[in-house]
């Protein structure tokens, strides 16, 4: 039987409009202590993917896992790099059956959900607006992604600081992600004077999850708290701050 797992990154010396995760010492356990016990609970390891090389030891059902990555993009994708680590991780492990792959300091788990995930989804965190966010709106953009968001402005803003599904989803997403990063990236460098991906990926995940998997996306309390709600009695299976 294969294994579950919840998959969190923290990558330093990366510049990071949001966190600012560019701070060449962090601690890591510190950083992952609430999401570490929320999850222990359940006797389930958590995967830390770091690039920091200090030494740590972490506690007995947390992995911390050396990863190295891809430092030469033109401009600032330091949370993109997050999804290239988690995609090369999970290619390395097909011993992992299931995971949950969420931010590492703001999220909890209140309840298992590995019962419930269905082959064949992907279950995402959401907020209580559209895709006219400002975190989206304000982003620069491809214009492939400025006129589906144009056209698809009323869809909810989905957030992948939980996502949760089988390996196979899981790594179909990834690919997806990792692929159009890619590709903005080499566009970026030969037509530097088009639009291209800016500081933040909730803009392409959307796209993403809404175009490549209509079908396939479950969202909603069954898989987060409210956004920024602060709960913790809840049957949802992660709080999301």
């Known amino acids: 039987m294969g294994k579950n797992v919840v998959i969190t990154q923290f990558l330093t010396k990366i510049p990071d409009e949001k966190t600012d995760q560019d701070l ?54 330091g949370r993109f790099l997050r999804w290239e680590v988690t995609f090369e991780y999970l290619l390395q492990h097909p011993e992992i059956e299931k995971a949950a792959i969420v931010d590492a300091s703001d999220v909890e788990m209140l309840n298992y959900p590995f019962e419930q995930v269905k082959s064949g989804m992907l279950y995402v965190g959401d907020e209580d607006n559209d895709l006219t966010g400002t975190t989206i709106t304000n982003d620069a953009k491809p214009g492939y992604l400025s006129e589906f968001i144009s056209k698809n402005r009323h869809l909810q803003l989905l957030n992948t600081g939980v996502l949760v599904g089988t390996r196979e989803m899981l790594l179909e997403f990834l690919a997806v992600m990792v692929k159009l990063t890619a590709e903005d990236a080499v566009n970026e460098k030969f037509f530097p004077e088009q639009a291209h991906l800016g500081d933040f990926e909730m803009g392409i995940a959307c796209y993403i999850l809404y175009k490549f998997f209509p079908e396939h996306v479950c969202h909603g309390r069954l898989v987060t708290t409210h956004y920024k709600y602060y709960e913790r009695n809840s049957k949802a299976w992660f709080k999301y701050k």
């Open 24 to 77: 060449e010492e962090v601690d890591i356990i510190e950083k992952t202590h609430d999401l570490y016990e929320s999850t222990a609970k359940f006797g389930i390891e958590l995967h830390t993917l770091v690039n920091s090389s200090n030494k740590i030891t972490p506690p007995s059902l947390e992995k911390i896992i050396q990863v190295e990555p891809f430092a030469n993009y033109i401009s600032n994708k």
